[in-house]
Each structure stands twice: as C-alpha cells, then as structure tokens.
C-alpha cells in the first residue's frame, strides 16, 4: 500500500514553519513539524524521499512514518501539536481519600498500651493488619499526615 502524500495548505505549511522555529516548545513536538515540513509536497516538482526526510531530521524510517500516520489521523494542525493527556496515571494510587481518612482516624486513636505514642512504622503497620490497604510504608504514612498538618508529636 502507497504512503499518503502530504500537501499543506499556506496556514498550515506558515503554522508549522512558526511553530517549529518560534518559541519554546518540546524537542519531540518540533521534529514532529519539521517532519511534515519536510514530507510536504505542496509546490514542489520533485518530493524528498522518505530516506532524506529521516536524514534531515535525524529519525528512522519508521519514526517518520508514524508522524506520517499521526498526522493524517488528527482533524487540525493543532491538535497534531500538542501531547494527549493521560487519563489515568500509569499506577493507581494506593492511598484514596477513604485509606486517607482511616490513617488519620487511626493517628488521633490512643497508642497501643505497651507505647506511649504512634510511630509512622507503627501507624503504617496498623493500617495494613486492619487491610487498609495491602501493603504502605511509613513515608507514606508521613505524606498523609503532612498534608493535613498532622504530627505524632
């Protein structure tokens, strides 16, 4: 199967010429301009080749032909330029607001009779045997209570 050919219009092509020399952007979002820059054949008797292209923009065949493919998989310029937010972090956070509010309901509790105060260890330790949560570490335990102004003291 044949490669699209790209063919910028003059907003386009002026777009991506600013957008890849003006400014501050990511190192990854500019070669990505300047590789449509450079794919384009608008006004041109004879087009670069795919290898050139990869050449003048320091990248791999295959890398140019997905920025190919990315481009002609958006509706705008813009979108094309600008990175996909993430929907969800790539690890689930362990501490919800309900582990949160345990963990400080836990901390205002009196300490177990053989110790005169809670410990983090302790606090954490705790939370996993009443399977708050299925395993924390201390520092964890510390950022819940900085974040709500807590201390053990």
Request: charged share 30%; net charge positive; glycine share 2%.
């Amino acid at each position: 199967m044949a490669a699209k050919e790209v063919w910028l219009s003059k907003e386009e092509r002026s777009k991506l010429e600013k957008f890849s020399k003006n400014g501050v952007h990511n190192a990854h979002l500019i070669t990505r301009a300047k590789t449509i820059l450079a794919l384009d054949r608008t006004g041109k008797k004879d087009h670069l080749r795919i290898g050139r292209v990869c050449e003048s923009v320091n990248l791999s065949r295959q890398a140019a032909n997905n920025i190919r493919a990315a481009f002609f998989s958006v509706p705008s310029i813009e979108e094309f330029l600008t990175r996909k937010k993430r929907e969800t972090p790539p690890v689930p956070a362990k501490i919800t607001g309900e582990v949160e509010a345990r963990i400080i309901a836990l901390a205002c509790n009196e300490p177990p009779k053989e110790c005169a105060r809670w410990t983090l260890k302790m606090l954490a330790d705790k939370a996993v045997e009443l399977s708050y949560v299925d395993s924390l570490s201390f520092k964890s335990v510390q950022r819940v209570l900085k974040k709500h102004n807590l201390s053990l003291i």
